[in-house]
């Protein structure tokens, strides 16, 4: 395997570095980019509720769905999301064995045990359980394998498993979430429809889990641990840390902006761009939102749209001026090697402000919206990657 | 038997009575000022199935509107009267699924009133109402091809309930639940008749889902021979 193994004071081996270890993450972050991808088009296409049930599909088994059911409109797009989240999942338990290794194994068994005995004990309460008891018991499965194979693999030096056990439970987070988006759809709690709250969590943790495998794979690359292990760390000159994590914090905000209007299913607040309805500051009295109302016709986003809902789509405009200046504010005081990416994540946001205008003009075209989306979330990735860089060399500098 | 005779001429006599001093209430409704260009429903042009049944570019039913203004799907209802409906006996209406559209778009229903949902299309749809009013259930059915009609009914009054599918989502329709019979949609030419109105003074409202969603009111007497009222509601 080429793997470089170190020994730790208490005398056990770890990995330093593993080439396949770290490309089996860059296929993790792959799956997971796919998966937010198709997640996205389920709800720039409003067809999050095509599939009335979860975990089963029309009373099926995940994985006996009949193709021509599949095949059907919306059901394609939240199905095709159902089974791409599985392959994830499975992905994310595996990454989380390799990288815990040995040490792992005896808390996977466990997990894995109690959660396919909760399966069984959800099948005995009945028939409505049963979609539910196989997806536990299916899940405990893949987890208990986990805990079974490969008794004496090196864990991954720290704090690898550590990141590796929170994928694992973000990522069984994310599915309980998906599913509660779709079983508890029509709950009302405190005036908010459980479906939208939910969906909007399962959206932007959804950014959080790909930031946090994409850290997985830094940490696990050739360039990390050459840069951990040599003395004389290069210097990338960055005097920007702060704005690098200022901005980033800024990019994580704006994701949360986003998915509060995608998941409010009201289509477009404001139909024009760079103007808003018409004005630099639009015209947001009851009289004039019911007249934007009367002559807006959604073909999908078929809710009124609401002055907040307006409000909050300028503060999305605002926000991206303030991110586009801030970030090329970061690649202007970057200098050393970290100068082009930080030219890319500039690169990356420029792109991202000419998606935001396209979703516009283009009335909010699923392909195009949903470009916004993943564009997005790369933007929020590479700034916060830069950000540990750079707080990673800071650290060093004052060594 | 003879009491129950007695009862039964009772209650003929008093509904005799009621439609004697009942008449219809008649209008139309007019829009004022250019709607906005329906768009085409290209998602279901492009559907693989849903396609095929349309030979041209469908588009959105949001205004229908006849050549002398008359405008269509305008649900015209007297105002604060609750507690009278007759919708547990009233014969059921039909939403159909056809072509991959609602067919009606805007249908008016009393409370407790069965509503029946066909789906007459070879293809999957969902059943979604998505009430906005606390006390209407919300409810997420499929309905396979040309599957079994489902049934539906709503305990409150509330306006344009929306109906979708979620499979295909850009079909809607929005059903306005009444809590009494006396309602009615406008027809192709805006005309309406709400039937055997009882003989008093009204505030009857006209609500249009665009044009209108909050209502145009104005105070209407009906007697014996029926009333009229016209209705004007206006795009800007």
Same mark, same amino acid.
Request: one cysteine or more; hydrophobic letters at 50%; glycine letters at 8%.
């Given at each position: ?67 021509? @059911? ?9 199905? @095709? ?46 028939p409505d359980w049963r979609g539910a008891g196989h997806f536990l018991s299916g899940i405990g499965g893949v987890v208990l394998l986990a805990g079974v194979v490969w008794v004496n693999s090196s864990p991954a030096a720290r704090p690898l498993p550590a990141l590796g056990w929170w994928a694992f439970w973000l990522v069984q987070v994310q599915g309980l979430l998906g599913g509660l988006r779709v079983v508890l759809d029509a709950h009302v709690v405190a005036g908010a429809k459980l479906g939208m709250v939910f969906g909007l969590i399962h959206g932007c943790l959804g950014q959080a889990f790909l930031l946090l495998l994409c850290v997985i794979a830094l940490l696990t690359s050739r360039w990390w641990q050459k840069q951990h292990s040599e003395s004389g760390i290069q210097n ?122 396209? @979703?516009?003009?283009?009335?909010? *075209? ?15 990735? @590479? ?12 650290? *060093?500098?004052?060594? | ?51 095929? +049944? ?7 039913? +949001? ?108 079909? +809607? ?64």
């Open positions: 395997m080429n793997d470089e193994k170190n020994t730790s004071a208490a005398g056990g081996d770890f990995i330093i570095h593993s080439p396949w270890l770290h490309r089996f993450a860059l296929l993790t972050v792959a799956a997971t980019l796919g998966l937010i991808g198709i997640g996205g088009l389920v709800t720039s296409k409003a067809v999050g509720m095509s599939v009335p049930d979860w975990p089963t599909s029309y009373g099926y088994h995940m994985f006996a769905l009949p193709i021509a @059911t599949w095949l059907t409109g919306g059901v394609f797009h939240e199905h @095709t999301h159902r089974l791409w989240a599985t392959i994830v999942g499975v992905l994310v338990v595996a990454l989380m064995r390799w990288l815990g290794g040995r040490t792992a194994r005896r808390a996977l068994l466990i997990i894995g045990g109690a959660e396919i005995l909760a399966g069984f004990a959800l099948l005995a309460l009945g990338p000159e960055c005097s920007a840390q702060r704005w690098f994590l200022f901005t980033t914090v800024m990019i994580f905000l704006q994701l949360i902006l986003g998915a509060t209007m995608r998941h409010q299913h009201a289509g477009l607040a404001i139909p024009d761009f760079p103007l808003a309805h018409g004005k630099l500051w639009p015209d947001t009295s009851p009289a004039a939102v019911a007249s934007y109302n009367a002559v807006r016709f959604e073909l999908a986003g078929e809710n009124p749209i609401t002055a907040a809902q307006i409000w909050l789509q300028l503060a999305h405009r605002a926000l991206a001026v303030v991110i586009l200046s801030a970030v090329a504010v970061c690649a202007w005081r970057t200098r050393g090697f970290l100068r082009r990416p930080a030219l890319i994540w500039l690169g990356l946001i420029l792109v991202q402000a000419g998606l935001g205008a396209w @979703t516009i003009w283009s009335n909010k *075209a699923a392909d195009v919206a949903t470009a916004h989306v993943l564009v997005g979330a790369l933007s929020l990735v @590479t700034g916060a990657l830069l950000t540990i860089i750079t707080f990673r060399f800071s650290g *060093a500098a004052r060594q | 038997m003879k009491m129950k005779t007695v009862l039964a001429l009772a209650v003929g006599l008093t509904a005799t009575l009621q439609v004697a001093t009942a008449g219809d209430l008649t209008g139309t409704v007019t829009l004022k000022g250019t709607p906005p260009a329906e768009k085409e429903i290209t998602p279901l042009k492009d559907d693989a199935t849903c396609g095929k +049944f349309h030979a041209a570019m469908p588009k959105t039913q +949001f205004f229908v509107v006849a050549a002398n203004g008359g405008l269509a799907d305008t649900v015209v209802m007297l105002k604060g009267i609750s507690g009278k409906s007759t919708g547990a006996s009233a014969a059921p209406v039909v939403l159909d699924q056809k072509s991959c559209v609602y067919v009606p778009q805007i249908v008016a229903v009393q409370t407790g009133q069965t509503i029946t949902v066909k789906n007459s299309d070879p293809v999957l749809h969902n059943v979604h109402s998505i009430p906005a009013v606390a006390g209407n259930e919300e409810k997420n059915l499929a309905q396979m091809p040309n599957g079994a009609d489902l049934t539906l009914k709503f305990d409150k009054a509330e306006n344009f309930l929306k109906f979708k599918c979620d499979v295909h989502p850009w079909m +809607f329709a929005w059903v306005t639940v009444v809590d009494h019979p006396y309602f009615a949609v406008t027809d192709k030419e805006g005309k309406f008749t709400i039937k055997d109105v009882p003989a008093g003074k009204y505030t009857v409202t006209a609500l249009h889902r665009k044009a209108a969603p909050l209502g145009v009111e104005q105070e209407v007497e009906v007697k014996a021979d029926g009333a009229k009222a016209d209705f004007t509601v206006e795009v800007k």
